[in-house]
């Protein structure tokens, strides 16, 4: 791919360099017709810009700036229209190829300082409508959106009658997406309508028809944002119906018509959240992600719509879909990344650890999500504060106020407007001094909810501090009584061990079996208690091991156990050898634990899996059992400490619910993920995966 790349890249550098030589050659040729030494003449330049606008049709855009550009300076006697041309020409490949603002704005001024006299402004009429609308879309990219509408308007007052129904409907596209921006709803749809009729005739070009389907679209998310549902599925629909009528007439690019399907799928699941309908709303944001995740299409959009369906997920209390598809939007930050979309992914997240229990985990996305919510809403405030809304109004009062005096009616509009104006200061006076008086009134109750919050931080930060004593103590405790437990019941086991081997009864021996039955089950007990807070409580050290080597030694330790019950375990290992840092006894107790449950409620005589995978960043361990499963009523319960979901063996062996409480806390403290998978029939599969870095 990289030499295709660099011998395309070649080809179209000889090429340009081929179209400057002739192009080139061409000035000289002209430039021999009795001028002075160096310069060409009129028709000379005219000839020059017919090549330089071939060369940029034909894809040689910087090759035909730098000619153009070449040719003007090398050119006398040129008139209005063809300096004009020049300044426009230079400016649009600035604009819309090379995008520097910069360069832009000041060929836009150069072509608005050539208008130097009133009787070029009426003469060219349709070239000085047309620079302010050029000066306007600069302004527009730089979000200068109150100094763009004012030279958008203005354009389209002066060349009103002088430009076609398809550019007058580019810049009333325009002035819908500033009042959308600043979220003047109606008005932008408005505009939006607008557009869509002066575009009715422009069609046949590819652009155009994009634009009208997002127009539509346009219209619509407008409704939606005033909450007309009703009117927003309509214009939604009317998109789709748009898109499907004119899929055969651009079959060249099927692809954009797919994207636009995607966008428009995510905006009327937006409608069905609204209404929760969240099954519509999952099967909508489900295509929609389909297709705009893929390469080339629309991801921003595909992010939004996962982020919904996310949301989805949270209010249905869907946890692992919640966390599975947060996941998988984290890996797209590297590639597609909005701070609207990280703010709401921070907000999921603090929304699926609080219902975790994991108030820390919660606390922390929460505060990430806050500070990106003050940071946006900083800047949406910046932009809110140029209101165009208002500057519309201003603008069309100023153009009134030129049509009256157009009327020889200059003395009755004077006093109308000096009236009309005292009566606007007067209100604004009084407005400025009532928003004063608000202001003051809405600091004052802000530093009193400030201080209210410091003072809720300082109390549950304190709480937190003392749930961590609370806790550590807790530990101790229960360390400290588990171990001085089990000394004396270890001797009591030892002691009817021995007892056993006497002359009793049969009853007496029953007896002394059960006591010691069930001194070794609370050995057991003790054990897994001091693992369990063993684990909570310290810090491990982590190491390389090869992950073939401790499966293989883990299984070989287990099936000893596995043969009491006539099982059988078989062992499917990587391919290659893989080693990955982590505390070998940790990974050990959860592989040789995950097996002894596996034995533990699968029949006799049946047959154990234990099998690694490597994935891409990941090594994934299974152990799969055929055994009697775990019912749907506790598979939420079975990773709790000291759950209610224990229960016997097939063997009627023992169990006390903590062994897979100390296995998600070890993988977890690995930065990996434990799950299973498992019905009554076909017995239960263990996974868990560790990263590879």
């Known amino acids: 791919m990289f030499i295709y790349k660099s011998f395309k890249q070649t080809i179209q550098s000889v090429i340009t360099q081929v179209c400057l030589f002739f192009a080139s050659l061409l000035l000289i040729i002209s430039s021999c017709q009795q001028q002075p030494k160096g310069f060409l003449s009129s028709s000379a330049y005219n000839k020059a810009v017919d090549t330089a606008t071939s060369m940029y049709d034909n894809g040689h855009q910087k090759a035909a700036a730098d000619y153009l550009d070449s040719a003007f300076h090398h050119s006398n006697n040129l008139g209005f229209k063809q300096v004009y041309n020049y300044y426009f020409f230079i400016y649009t490949y600035a604009a819309h190829v090379k995008n520097d603002r910069k360069m832009a704005l000041l060929y836009a001024d150069s072509m608005l300082n050539i208008f130097d006299t009133p009787e070029k402004k009426l003469k060219f009429t349709s070239e000085y409508g047309q620079a302010h609308l050029s000066k306007g879309d600069v302004l527009f990219d730089e979000r200068r959106y109150n100094e763009a509408y004012s030279y958008f308007y203005e354009g389209k007052v002066i060349a009103n009658n002088n430009l076609d129904d398809c550019t007058m409907g580019d810049y009333s596209y325009r002035m819908g997406m500033i009042l959308y921006k600043q979220e003047h709803y109606g008005r932008a749809a408005s505009f939006f309508k607008k557009s869509f009729e002066e575009t009715s005739s422009c069609e046949g070009n590819f652009n155009y028809f994009y634009r009208r389907q997002e127009l539509l679209n346009n219209i619509g998310l407008s409704y939606s944002k005033l909450q007309r549902n009703d009117s927003a599925m309509y214009f939604y629909n009317k998109t789709l119906d748009y898109l499907k009528a004119n899929a055969a007439r651009f079959k060249d690019r ?364 990941e090594i994934q361990i299974s152990v799969k059992d055929h055994g009697i499963g775990i019912p749907d009523k506790l598979k939420s319960q079975v990773f709790n400490m000291f759950t209610d979901a224990k229960r016997p063996g097939t063997s009627g062996e023992k169990s006390f619910g903590l062994g897979l409480s100390i296995c998600r806390q070890i993988i977890e403290d690995h930065n990996g993920h434990i799950w299973f998978e498992s019905d009554t029939e076909n017995g239960t599969s263990f996974n868990f995966t560790l990263p590879k870095n």
């Not at 930050?333 to 999921?348: E, G, N, R, T, Y």
Request: glycine share 2%.
């Open 254 to 617: 099927p692809e954009m018509g797919e994207v636009s399907k995607g966008v428009v799928y995510g905006n009327i699941a937006d409608v069905y959240m609204r209404q929760r309908k969240y099954d519509e709303a999952k099967d909508l944001l489900k295509k929609s992600i389909a297709i705009n995740l893929r390469k080339g299409n629309d991801n921003n959009d595909a992010q939004f719509s996962e982020l919904k369906l996310a949301a989805i997920y949270d209010k249905q209390n869907a946890n692992d879909s919640l966390l599975n598809i947060l996941n998988v939007i984290k890996l797209q930050f590297d590639s597609v990344k909005s701070p609207d979309a990280i703010q709401d992914w921070h907000l999921l997240m603090s929304n699926y650890f609080e219902k975790q229990n994991d108030h820390q985990q919660a606390m922390a996305h929460y505060k990430q999500y806050d500070e990106l919510k003050d940071t946006i809403t900083s800047e949406n405030r910046k932009l809110k504060e140029a209101d165009v809304a208002e500057q519309v109004k201003s603008l069309e009062k100023d153009n009134e106020f030129n049509n009256l005096k157009k009327n020889n009616e200059l003395q009755h509009v004077y006093l109308r407007v000096t009236v009309v104006f005292a009566l606007m200061l007067i209100i604004i006076i009084s407005l400025i001094f009532l928003n004063w008086q608000k202001s003051k009134k809405n600091i004052k109750t802000l530093g009193s909810l400030n201080h209210q919050i410091n003072h809720q931080n300082n109390h549950l930060e304190n709480a937190l501090n003392d749930l961590k004593l609370n806790n550590q103590e807790k530990d101790r405790i229960l360390r400290t009584v588990a171990h001085d437990l089990r000394n004396p019941i270890g001797g009591i086991a030892s002691l009817t061990s021995i007892m056993s081997e006497e002359n009793y009864s049969d009853e007496q021996k029953e007896l002394l079996g059960i006591i010691r039955e069930t001194s070794f089950n609370s050995i057991e007990l003790i054990n897994e208690i001091l693992e369990a807070t063993e684990s909570t409580s310290t810090t491990f050290n982590k190491e390389a091991v090869e992950i073939n080597s401790l499966l293989s030694n883990s299984v070989e330790l287990m099936r000893f156990k596995a043969a009491e019950k006539q099982q059988e375990i078989n062992l499917a290992l990587l391919n290659t050898p893989v080693e990955i840092c982590i505390s070998r006894e940790k990974i050990w107790r959860v592989i040789s634990n995950l097996i002894s449950n596996a034995i533990k409620f699968s029949p006799e005589g049946s047959a154990i899996l234990v099998m690694a995978l490597e994935l891409e960043n």
